[in-house]
């Protein structure tokens, strides 16, 4: 285990937890303390860059990869491996389809997300209390020159036809009150995938931590993967083994398993 030169973690419920809407301290310096021993840290998340960022992620941790947008890219500090964005004719459709419409969309690139809200948009405020995200920034500040990795549109089921058959685009309704549209299916794995072949690593040298569903491909990519005690059951079964909960310090406690920690 001495030989692992890399870690990934996954975010919600792994490093943050939404019991209290933070990081657990214990996870943050440990982590710190991993990197300040030459160990590279990674994260792999279905969030946004800008989300990481605005809750303050790459304040309190150093990270030398980001795998996000559930996939969607990956990038390290110093270049983009890759980046699946949309075409632009396809971007305009569908931000011109919900104007039409009169529906509230995000557009999300690389580092950025914009909001174009209809004012007293209800889809708006039933989403953002449901999910915990950073409020992103307005639309007016968006010039075109960045690419478009996604577009939430806030539209009920019944208007699902409006995009599902927009071409050049993948539609995925993952919410009620609103969907995702992408070039292609994003795959979470493909961000670690792309980061693993671009540092060299080997499957020896690399461990991760995650508690759902979705971390199982990872947890198969890497020798120890470490599944969170709050995790998923099956999660839990593809898992090298399985570390306490969020709240009971178990990015530590798994880190120390591993050897990595005193």
Known sequence: MKDIKAVFFDFDWTLFNH???????????????????????????????????????????PFDGFAVNNGGAAFTREKVIYAKYMAEDTVEKIIATARENGFSYLVCTLRHTYISRVEGDANVADFYSVYYEPHPLDISEYDGTEGVLAIQVFVDSGKDHLFDSIKGSVFNRFFEKAIELTSSRFKKDD??????S???FGKSELAAF?????????FDLVEYGICMGNGKKEAMQHARFVTTNIDDDGIKNGLRKLGLLD
């Open 198 to 200: 671009d540092y060299g």
């Open 210 to 218: 995650g508690d759902d569903i979705n971390d199982i491909d990872m």
């Open 191 to 196: 961000g670690i995938k792309a980061l693993i």
């Open 19 to 61: 019991k209290v809407r933070d990081f657990v301290d214990s996870a943050v310096s440990s982590i710190r303390e991993i990197h300040g021993k030459g160990i590279k840290t990674f994260v792999n998340s279905a969030r946004s860059y800008y989300a990481l960022e605005k809750l303050g992620t790459f304040e309190k941790m």
